[in-house]
Every structure is written in structure tokens, then in C-alpha cells.
């Protein structure tokens, strides 16, 4: 099994900048993709971004594109989520995923772990 925990949410300005953290542990963190998702209640859980195994291969929701960037310390068991310039459509609680390989990594059933979940709210 896989364990995952999110930080580093909060409340934030329209423009402002959060980093989310995603820690690890439990298994070998470097043989997994990553993906960070999206909830808003009464909608579907939303992909916002995913990063391969080895760090080389990043993908984006084209609504966080060039805002947002994830990356991955392995070391250290950990996945990030730095957002720039968010907007009041940010405004969600964001999940971190592990699963194996990155094929279809924007489907929430293909992802074998979850963390508990980060609130960001950011205000007009």
C-alpha cells in the first residue's frame, strides 16, 4: 500500500501563489505516476495535472496550463503542485494519486491511491 497526505492549502488573494505538497510512504514512491486532481461538491472530480516516474513527462488540464506546475522529489517521497496566478475557479479541494505507468493518466478510476485531500480557496 501506498500512503499519500496533502499540505499546503489555504486561502489565497485572486493572483497569488500556493505550493501544495503531497508526501509518500509505504511503498517505492519512484515506481509511480503522480497526478494532483480537483473537487468542488455536486461536480466530478476534475485532473488538473500528472507527472511520470522519472520526472520527464508532464501533463495539464488546459485550464492550469502555464499557471500551474508539478514536479517530484524522490528523494524525498514527494510531489509538489506550485500554482501561480490562481483564480476564484481554483477554488477547490485537491487530491494527490499514485498509479502505476502514466497511460490515461487523466482518469480518476486508473489511480490506485489517494491522499485525504487539501482545501485552497482563493478570493476575489
Known amino acids: 500500500q501506498v500512503q499519500l497526505a496533502e499540505s499546503g492549502g489555504g486561502l489565497v488573494q485572486t493572483g497569488g501563489s500556493l505550493r501544495l505538497s503531497c508526501a509518500a510512504s509505504?511503498?517505492?514512491?519512484?515506481?509511480?505516476?503522480l497526478g494532483w486532481f480537483r473537487q468542488v461538491p455536486g461536480k466530478e472530480r476534475e485532473f488538473v495535472a500528472a507527472?511520470?516516474?522519472?520526472?520527464?513527462?508532464?501533463f495539464y488540464a488546459d485550464s492550469v496550463k502555464s499557471r500551474f506546475t508539478i514536479s517530484r522529489d524522490n528523494a524525498k517521497n514527494t510531489v509538489y503542485l506550485q500554482m501561480n496566478s490562481l483564480k476564484p475557479e481554483d477554488t477547490a479541494v485537491y487530491y494527490c494519486?499514485?498509479?502505476?505507468?502514466?497511460?490515461?493518466?487523466?482518469?480518476?478510476?486508473?489511480?490506485?491511491?489517494w491522499g485525504q485531500g487539501t482545501q485552497v480557496t482563493v478570493s476575489s
Open positions: 494519486a499514485a498509479k502505476q505507468g502514466l497511460l490515461r493518466y487523466q482518469l480518476v478510476n486508473r489511480y490506485d491511491y
Open positions: 509505504g511503498r517505492s514512491f519512484s515506481s509511480y505516476g
Open positions: 507527472i511520470s516516474w522519472t520526472g520527464s513527462s508532464t
